[in-house]
């Protein structure tokens, strides 16, 4: 197999199909096989009974049939090669085309899955399981576009070229795992038919210092038997462990149960099985055990049909006592959770969250894992995607997180790892944030050396830096820290003598990836002989009362001198010619107070401003340019241009007042 999924044997569901048409012996042979979930022996006798068969219509049943092994054993690849066989054959029901959909997408082949899930709305227009195809396969390759930011990478010295699976953390440190496997030397000699593999056991490992970890060794035959044994949780404490098991005959089918053993050191007691199981039903299966935070209870996943059952496999919550066994009957973690399928892999995250395995909602392929939040005592809801890279278009299962870390354990058989299902790691990186830029004169356009770009961040955080002879800055590595990080707004201030400071803001807030600000800051000489205009400070004709345009023109110069707080200004008013030299020298001095009057309205120290009516002695434009000019609209823009408010530092000596 290409592709494929171990936890059939520990709990998928098993696929039902029915034929009315009659069948030889192999065939029979077959559907029991099938009907007991020994896919792996059901394909054999499927192809075996297809080579046999001279009736058209059942051959092209038993290749369907072949592709609905592969397909409940996940290998997807072949499920699709079987599904466009029987096409071919002339196979009937166009639910091949739907399913031919599915494995595509569980092998992140997107756009062929949109067009086999078109295929199947031709034929049965008003299925709306080829739009949800659809719209699930958009929504996956976006995902694949944008992945978050946790890295993933497979724990190659715990994977085998078997199945590996579902690790739990045995210690403290969380420097000891055990998990499934089914590498060579497990406990039973016999094959699983329903893999055509070893049996599970359990196996454990331990990380050293330099993160590498040892050859894994087989638990005790305590723990391990003939059947399968997987999916291990461990309490806080590391000293009880609760496991899967199930009991495995020839050619009988059983279900699974959950185990419990103490632990002490590196050895196990003789685990007792938990009593969940209604009595007279050997088929049900119970498994994948997680704790919760307070570890009072066990939540696990089951395809029993308590109340409030959704389907395929349900999550499930039962009490436990102080000695950890469970009290009362269990009870279905209802609609929020459970879906009409498979609903597995629990886990309970530090902060209350619960982790699952789905495949039953939206997903990028097969089986997803989801996060969903707590709500109340003994609920969770709003369930999310984790999505790329975590989630892929193959089957994504059992994580485990180290604590409260970003970081942990999941399975997958993906494309990358060493066999079947596979351990993966992954980690969330830290966000890598840098801050650097260059200040500039602005009136000449270049480098500004010598400039201070000072820094305080909402963290505590206070830096500053002087520009260098190309007016660059840096704030990036700060010894084996950074400057700037995550979650944290920064105050920039840039600033000269003889210059107009420049604030600034920048924030690492909402961000989701590494970022370095560039920044430009222009500052503006100001001494005695550098002249700032202002933006158009409007009055109405011969008058000097500001009208509200005006009022918001001067924000630029009230924000100006809330930002140098030390300098002391001379705010001066022009005119054109337009009318007498007194009556425009009164004019400009009336309309210079005018916005020193509204500047101290609106709380500047009035000391710190100087009103200077020039009227028309400062022209911009003489009049002879202006009667040189051709048209009317020409000259009235040169007047405009006379009629100007502007102004100019006097000092920088001002001391504010102690707050």
């Not at 009072?296 to 049909?305: G, W, Y």
């Not at 308590?306 to 039962?318: F, I, N, S």
């Amino acid at each position: 197999m290409t592709t494929s999924k171990f936890l059939a044997s520990l709990f998928l569901s098993v696929a039902c199909f029915s034929s009315a048409m009659a069948q030889g012996k192999l065939a029979q042979e077959a559907d029991e096989a099938f009907k007991k979930g020994f896919y792996f022996n059901a394909i054999e006798l499927y192809k075996k009974a297809y080579t046999v068969e001279k009736q058209a219509s059942t051959k092209a049943e038993l290749i369907f049939k072949v592709g609905e092994a592969y397909r409940t054993l996940g290998d997807a690849e072949q499920a699709a090669v079987w599904y466009e066989k029987a096409n071919k054959a002339q196979y009937t029901d166009p639910v091949t085309y739907l399913y031919i959909g599915d494995m595509l997408k569980q092998q992140g082949k997107y756009a062929d899955a949109i067009a086999a899930y078109n295929r199947f709305k031709e034929k049965k227009p008003g299925d709306m399981r080829a739009e949800a195809g659809i719209s699930e396969s958009q929504q996956a390759q976006a995902w694949k576009d944008a992945p978050t930011r946790y890295s993933v990478d497979p724990e190659v010295l715990l994977n085998s070229p078997q199945y590996d699976f579902t690790p739990g953390f045995a210690d403290k440190k969380n420097e000891l795992v055990v998990y499934t496997s089914t590498r060579p030397g497990s406990t039973g000699v016999e094959t699983d038919q329903i893999i055509g593999e070893s049996f599970s056991d359990l196996f454990t490992s331990s990380r050293d210092r330099l993160g590498k970890w040892s050859e894994p060794v087989k638990l005790p035959s305590v723990i391990n038997t003939a059947g399968n044994e997987g999916a291990p949780i461990f309490n806080e404490k590391r000293n009880l462990m609760y496991f899967t098991r199930c009991p495995m005959e020839k050619k009988k089918v059983f279900g699974c149960d959950i185990w419990m053993s103490k632990k002490v050191g590196n050895n196990y007691s003789e685990p007792v099985i938990l009593p969940l199981r209604p009595e007279k039903n050997d088929t049900i299966t119970i498994g994948h055990p997680a704790l919760n935070k307070e570890e009072t209870a066990l939540i696990f996943a089951s395809d029993m049909k308590w109340p409030g059952h959704k389907g395929g496999k349900d999550l499930y919550m039962v009490k436990l006592d102080k000695d950890g066994n469970t009290v009362g009957a269990p009870t279905n973690l209802g609609a929020d959770i459970n879906t009409v399928k498979d609903d597995m892999f629990p886990f309970v995250r530090e902060d209350g969250a619960l982790y699952f395995a789905s495949n039953g909602r939206a997903s990028m392929g097969g089986l997803d894992i989801y996060r969903a939040e707590k709500a109340g005592e003994s609920g969770w809801s709003a369930v999310s995607n984790l999505q790329s890279p975590i989630n892929s278009s193959s089957d994504d299962f059992g994580i485990a997180f180290e604590g409260a870390e970003e970081r942990g354990f999941f399975t997958s058989n993906r494309p990358g790892g060493k066999g079947m299902d596979d351990i993966w790691r992954f980690y969330l990186p830290d966000m890598v944030f840098g801050l650097q830029g260059t200040a500039y004169d602005k009136l000449t356009g270049q480098p500004l050396s010598g400039a201070t770009i000072s820094v305080v961040g909402t963290n505590g955080s206070n830096f500053s830096a002087i520009t260098d002879d190309n007016g660059g800055f840096s704030f990036v590595e700060n010894g084996k820290d950074r400057y700037i990080k995550e979650n944290t707004t920064y105050s920039i201030l840039a600033e000269k003598e003889g210059y107009l400071v420049v604030k600034d803001q920048a924030t690492t807030v909402g961000l989701n990836e590494s970022t370095t600000f560039v920044k430009e800051y222009f500052l503006q000489p100001a001494s005695k002989v550098d002249v700032i205009n202002l933006p158009e400070v409007q009055y109405d004709l011969g008058k000097f009362e500001l009208r509200p345009e005006g009022k918001d023109s001067l924000e630029t110069l009230y924000q100006t001198l809330v930002d140098n707080e030390k300098i002391i200004i001379e705010l001066s008013a022009h005119t054109d010619t337009r009318d007498s030299d007194a009556r425009n020298l009164t004019l400009s001095q009336n309309r210079a107070q005018s916005c020193v009057n509204y500047l101290v309205t609106k709380g500047i120290d009035p000391v710190r401003m100087v009103a200077k009516g020039y009227g028309e002695t400062k022209p911009r434009i003489t009049d002879a340019q202006i009667k040189a000019m051709k048209t009317e609209e020409e000259r009235e823009a040169a007047h405009q241009q006379n009629r100007r408010t502007e102004f100019r530092v006097l000092s920088y000596d001002f001391v504010p007042k102690a707050n």
